[in-house]
């Protein structure tokens, strides 16, 4: 059974930093492009941040030059570094990602539970 786990959530002022880790872990075979969304009090889950497995970055507008995305393949976790934090960076952070597990080799969506992030101005 593979699982996401994210962690580093919390509270933190205007300006800010946070890092946010999501660790996979079970019976993996390898893990492709993974994904940080962020979902805002009473709107949809958006895509801020996305890493493939040859370690290729995009953002979205609103997180450029502010987050920064990565991973480490050897401890199958990946991080979310997030700097000059804004009040509307609230909400909910999930990981998602595609991971072959042992059972079949084929890559499959998992998701994480999220972790509650909360700027304060």
């Known amino acids: 059974q593979v699982q996401l786990v994210e962690s580093g959530g919390g509270l933190v002022q205007a300006g800010g930093s946070l890092r946010l880790s999501c660790a996979a872990s079970g019976s993996i075979f390898s893990i492709g492009t993974m994904y940080w969304y962020h979902q805002a009090p009473g709107k949809q889950r958006e895509l801020v941040a996305v890493?493939?497995?040859?370690?290729?970055?995009d953002y979205s507008d609103s997180v450029k030059g502010r987050f920064t995305i990565s991973r480490d393949d050897a401890k199958n976790t990946m991080y979310l570094q997030m700097n000059r934090l804004k009040p509307e960076d609230t909400g909910i952070y999930y990981c998602h990602a595609l991971i072959a597990p042992y059972s079949d080799y084929r890559l499959h969506d998992y998701w994480g539970q999220g972790t509650q992030v909360t700027v304060s101005s």
């Open positions: 890493i493939d497995d040859g370690a290729g970055t």
